[in-house]
């Protein structure tokens, strides 16, 4: 017994010593889109293994916020035990723990924005939301995104901007002028006939992709519409690697696409590990996910993966599993 105690401890130990080894060296990512062999320079990016973060802004979630008003169940349990649900809800809807300066930093390039407004808000700012909203505003956010372009002009990053709770017509419009405003010429346009490839974002001097979950895209020729996200829905590893494999084998979508490795607990899993959180159940499987990462293949074929998207990227094992896919020519995936 007191052998396996030791055992268990020195392999938690190592574990630790890897995930922050790991977070010191990941800004060998902060330039990996311009460290690409020329040979992907004219590979369209739906054909490039990307890394994402899954709710990318949940770093910053504030615990005095109110409570996201569609979560009905939630808003009731908050009036009924606050000091009980608050801490729940912070521990199993935050997934990441690093900046945006920092995932960009770490190699990230998809961002997942869950964009909303608060309730009975008289400012005119907008918010991100899981569960909780964020201290950080929307615009915020995006400025600090956008110097962080300007010191790496040939990085491009893709911005997924979707759930737009609370929000009214006349507030997308503004949202999408000011995103307009900001990025400028850096947006690469959904109506351009030429591929996305790096070389020709490089040559126009374009940097973002804006995909936007609204009707309201149509009208701007700037914007992309919705990118399909791939998620299990599950808190079991092995059964996230099923749906996986089994969406897989049904084909990619054309154009962008995300496989979600993220797990996900229901009620059952919360009442039932009360002293847990997300990241305890992530970590441990992390190393199990990215093995599986690393089987896969990028590039057109059928059975390709495009952006993979996780949760604490700070951890180490995410970006360099995805990125690993792009050392394989990509022109075996056009026979996989």
């Known amino acids: 017994m007191a052998h396996t105690s030791i055992t268990k401890k020195t392999t938690d130990s190592r574990r630790k010593e890897q995930i922050s080894f790991s977070s010191l060296l990941q800004n060998q990512f902060a330039h990996w889109m311009s460290d ?17 973060s899954h709710d990318s ?25 606050p000091c009980i649900i608050r801490p729940e809800i912070y521990k199993w809807c935050r997934t990441q723990e690093s900046s945006i300066t920092e995932q960009l930093e770490a190699g ?7 964009i909303a ?21 929307v615009l915020e956010a995006l400025k600090e995104l956008g110097l962080w372009l300007k010191a790496h002009p040939k990085e491009v990053v893709i911005l997924a901007c979707r759930f737009f709770d609370g929000m009214n017509e006349q507030q997308h419009h503004e949202l999408i002028q ?17 591929p996305v490839t790096l070389r020709r974002l490089w040559e126009l001097g374009c940097q973002v992709i804006i995909s936007y979950d609204d009707n309201i895209a149509k009208q701007y020729p700037e914007l992309w519409p919705g990118i ?35 797990l996900t607990e229901d009620w059952w899993y919360i009442l039932t590990h009360l002293h847990s959180s997300l990241k305890r159940l992530t970590l441990p499987n992390y190393a199990y996910l990215s093995d599986w990462i690393k089987k896969q293949v990028a590039g057109p074929g059928k059975h390709c993966f495009n952006i993979i998207a996780g949760d604490f990227i ?6 360099p599993a995805v990125l690993s896919l792009n050392n394989i020519d990509v022109k075996i995936g056009r026979f996989y």
Request: aromatic letters at 14%; charged letters at 25%; a negative charge.
């Open 36 to 52: 690409l062999p020329e040979k992907l320079w004219d590979e369209s990016l739906c054909n490039l293994a990307i890394p994402g």
């Open 57 to 81: 802004m949940t770093y910053c979630l504030d615990l005095n916020s109110p409570i996201k008003p569609s979560d009905k169940i939630l808003n009731y349990l908050d009036h009924v035990i």
């Open 108 to 114: 990230i390039r998809f961002f997942d924005l869950r």
């Open 117 to 137: 407004r608060k309730p009975n808000d008289t400012s005119d700012h907008l918010y991100f939301v899981h569960g909780i909203f964020t201290t950080v505003t």
């Open 178 to 194: 000011e995103i307009k405003n900001l990025f400028e010429s850096k947006i690469y346009p959904k109506t351009s006939s030429e």
């Open 228 to 262: 399909p996200y791939w998620w299990a829905d599950t808190y079991d590893p092995k059964l996230l690697v099923q749906y996986l494999e089994n969406q897989k084998q049904a084909g990619r979508p054309d154009g962008f696409f995300v496989a979600g490795i993220n």
């Open 314 to 319: 700070g951890a180490g094992y995410l970006v």
